[in-house]
């Protein structure tokens, strides 16, 4: 089942290869599964095994190529012909002594593409040296061409379709916030709270189910809140206990991040001062956005938002989202940080996430939102403050 029109398939190609020709690019390697499924519509967890998508500048269908027994899965779930799915055998997989690329190298010769100027993501989990080693050597007269970034650019700008499939993202996530802060209680162990964010992901809402998330559920509480990125532990709530919670909702990849914060107990006032300047901050900031603005004014307004407390954000405090699998849900593009000049323009997406993490605890509460024509509209509706347990 496709969840685009083929039309939209083929407006991609289209845009994809206006930005191969920006980069004297002939033929795009994109291995990236993101990538792969935006261009083709491929949707399996086979992406620990190489494989890819082809676009040669002179074809007007890209090339599927992937493991022999994952093509009957390219076959179901994309929009090319049959012909243009390329299976390799089984004896390619985790092999010492012969390497897939050297059957996508066989590909680019039957099509007639080997002294050409390659594009190659040179910069994700995906596409390994060993790829480029053994392509500059199938391949030697070939010139190879960073374009880690060339489809993930191509992806910022959302179509309406896509964006109607992000808000049925945010509605599981809406779902599975309240879910996790109802399960937070003294003496719940993290794990089974965890458990119960993960049925609400997968189950989503009584009109449609929702799909696995890029990242797994980030919720750890007490001092390990002081930092950003734990899961979650065998221990158990207790009174006094602040909790992080970074969740997601995803429909056909496309996801809504969203996070708030939980404090088991009778309040410190640090915390409700550190919440309420975080909150007013990203409000500020989100009425501050619309088309036309860069992303490090964002940033900048965020940091005057904030100016004269006590709350110190180094990193930075937002990044473009979307369609994505395991491990990220970030495009990597666009950051809201300083020196980031990307111009915000209509229907690019972005997770506001002013994180902050100090010695002993920390404090989140964070918005996905996309850019309209005069402003930004936040995906999700849930309030933003701190939970009190």
């Known amino acids: 089942m496709l969840c685009f029109e ?40 086979s992406f620990y095994v190489h494989q890819g998508v082809l676009v040669l500048k002179d074809e007007d269908e890209p090339i599927w190529f992937g493991r022999e027994q994952d093509s009957n899965g390219a076959r179901l779930t994309t929009w090319i012909k049959k012909e243009n799915i390329y299976g390799y055998q089984d004896d390619y997989v985790q092999s ?7 059957y996508v190298a066989g590909i680019l010769k039957e099509k007639g593409y080997t002294g050409r100027n390659i594009g ?8 390994t040296p060993r790829c480029l080693q053994q392509l500059k050597k199938d391949l030697p007269e070939a010139k190879f061409k960073d374009a880690n970034r060339l489809v993930p650019l191509v992806r910022q700008i959302k179509s309406e379709q896509e964006i109607e ?8 996530a809406e779902n599975v916030m309240q879910v996790a802060i109802d399960y937070i209680k003294t003496g719940v162990r993290e794990g089974d709270a965890a458990a119960a964010v993960y049925q609400a992901q997968i189950s989503g809402t009584e009109e449609y189910t929702g799909d696995y998330t890029a990242i797994a559920p980030i919720m750890p509480s007490a001092e390990r809140t002081s930092t950003a990125h734990l899961t979650w532990t065998d221990r158990r709530y ?3 206990d602040v909790v ?48 036309g603005v860069t992303c490090e004014q964002v940033e900048e307004k965020w940091r005057e938002s904030i100016s004269g407390s006590k709350v110190v954000k180094e990193s930075r405090v937002g990044y473009s989202y979307g369609l994505n699998y395991p491990p990220d849900w970030g495009e990597h593009t666009a950051s809201l940080r300083p020196g980031d000049k990307t111009i915000l323009k209509p229907n690019m997406t972005f997770h506001f996430m002013p994180g902050i993490w100090l010695d002993d605890f920390g404090f989140e509460c964070s918005e996905p939102f996309r850019v309209t024509e005069d402003g930004c509209e936040t995906f999700c509706n849930f309030p933003r403050k701190l939970f009190l347990k």
């Not at 499939?165 to 599981?172: E, L, V």
């Not at 496309?254 to 990203?282: C, M, N, W």
């Open 120 to 127: 190659v993501e040179m910069d994700n989990y995906y596409f």
């Open 244 to 291: 992080l919670l970074e969740l997601a909702g995803s429909k056909y990849k496309y996801h809504a991040p969203l996070s708030r914060t939980v404090f088991i107990g009778q309040l410190p006032q640090e915390l409700a001062e550190i919440a309420k300047v975080v909150v007013d901050g990203l409000n500020k900031t989100l009425d501050f956005i619309e088309p």
């Open 165 to 172: 499939y992000m808000k049925m993202a945010s509605r599981i």
């Open 96 to 102: 010492l002594v012969k390497h897939p690329m050297t």
């Open 238 to 240: 207790e009174k006094g």
């Open 6 to 45: 083929k039309s939209e398939f083929k407006e991609r190609i289209k845009r994809t290869k206006e930005l191969m020709d920006q980069n004297g690019i002939e033929v795009l390697l994109a291995t990236h599964p993101a990538n792969l499924n935006y261009l083709t519509g491929y949707d399996g967890w």
